[in-house]
């Protein structure tokens, strides 16, 4: 069973930085795409920003420009560096990693524990 963890959330005042880092660990056969989502309270889960195991990218337009995704796929690591943070990116983040356990298998999704990221105006 992959377990993600994540780290790196906190508190900020607007215009901060922080990077979020996540972390699995179990049998990987192969990463297809990880990501990060969020959810404010009282909303519903957002897509913040996903990787593919080639290294495409997508943002929210509402992150682009101040959110970087990257990922190390052979250590299982996928990173959000947010600059410019605003109050509205206050938000429990999760991340999300796409993969196969073996080979001829569906991929699956998981899904680590959140990590709140509050930023004050």
């Known amino acids: 069973q992959v377990q993600l963890v994540e780290d790196g959330g906190g508190w900020v005042q607007a215009g901060g930085s922080l990077r979020l880092s996540c972390s699995a660990s179990?049998?990987?056969?192969?990463?297809?795409?990880m990501g990060w989502y969020r959810q404010a309270r009282g909303n519903q889960r957002e897509l913040v920003a996903t990787?593919?195991?080639?290294?495409?990218?997508t943002y929210a337009d509402s992150v682009k420009g101040r959110f970087t995704i990257s990922s190390d796929n052979a250590k299982k690591l996928v990173y959000l560096q947010m600059n410019s943070l605003k109050p509205e990116d206050t938000a429990v983040y999760y991340c999300?990693?796409?993969?196969?356990?073996?080979?001829?298998?569906?991929?699956?999704?998981?899904w680590g524990q959140g990590t709140q990221v509050t930023v004050s105006s």
């Open positions: 999300n990693f796409r993969y196969t356990s073996r080979r001829f298998v569906p991929v699956v999704d998981t």
């Open positions: 990787i593919t195991s080639g290294g495409s990218t």
């Open positions: 179990g049998i990987i056969f192969s990463i297809n795409a």
